[in-house]
């Protein structure tokens, strides 16, 4: 008998893992476990109010301020906006602009549901 635990290597958020307990595992026999992630995607992106793409620093935190996730969207296309896999809820999003537009930092609190995709475009001036 086992006490089995899980946790999903892509999606962030809190308290993911999942524990089985008193799993019986028998010789030659397959014991069939399931259990189901709820995650939506929040997509960030950060540009100038004439759409040109920022290199930035973008924090997820917990509302109780952990840190979540972190990543860097660029000036291309394929990273901003950057897409970060999450538990449903709501998270604070920070960014720190680097290069050209050095030196802003903005943050905004941001609700996302259940198998959706929330965009979010934080605007510099």
Known sequence: VYDI????????????????????????????????????????????????????????????????????????SNTNPRAFTLQPGTYRVKINTLGKHKGTTESEDITIGVDGTVLHNFIIK
């Open 5 to 76: 635990s899980i946790f999903p290597l892509k999606m962030k958020g809190k308290s993911l893992e999942h524990t089985f307990e008193n799993i019986e595992i028998k010789s030659n026999e397959t014991t069939p476990l399931k259990y189901n992630y709820e995650s939506s995607t929040l997509n960030i992106g950060v540009s100038t109010a004439a759409g040109d793409l920022v290199d930035a620093v973008v924090k997820i935190l917990d509302m109780d301020d952990k840190a979540v996730d972190s990543s860097r969207t660029y000036t291309k």
